[in-house]
């Protein structure tokens, strides 16, 4: 069983940064692939960025590659998702979840958090 909660989120101008944190209580979190996914009003949950549970490999959506990075540090419980250049588009309510398998398909995550929102205005 893993716990996830978010934290971060807020209000910043096109261009600017915006760190989003996810801690992560539970004996097995270190053995878990991590991801962030997000959601915009009246879309569907869209996959950002996950990362494996040894932080050898990770992987992004084209929309945010070069822009955003994924990050863990498994002694803190921690996962990171470092964001820059936002643009309005950016715009969501992103969500650290954890899984078994490093995938981009949200329906193979076990848990989830509560979310956080990131609003870009442009």
């Known amino acids: 069983q893993v716990q996830l909660v978010e934290s971060g989120g807020g209000l910043v101008q096109a261009g600017g940064s915006l760190r989003l944190a996810c801690a992560a209580s539970g004996r097995t979190f270190s053995s878990y692939a991590m991801a962030w996914f997000r959601q915009a009003p009246g879309k569907g949950r869209e996959f950002v960025a996950n990362?494996?549970?040894?932080?050898?490999?990770?992987n992004y959506a084209d929309s945010v590659k070069g822009r955003f990075t994924i990050s863990r540090d498994n002694a803190k419980g921690m996962v990171y998702l470092q964001m820059n250049s936002l643009k309005p588009e950016d715009t969501a309510v992103y969500y650290c979840?954890?899984?078994?398998?490093?995938?981009?398909?949200?329906?193979?995550?076990?848990?989830w958090g509560q979310g956080t929102q990131v609003t870009v205005s442009s």
């Open positions: 979840a954890a899984g078994n398998l490093w995938l981009v398909n949200a329906a193979l995550y076990d848990y």
């Open positions: 990362i494996k549970w040894d932080a050898t490999l990770s």
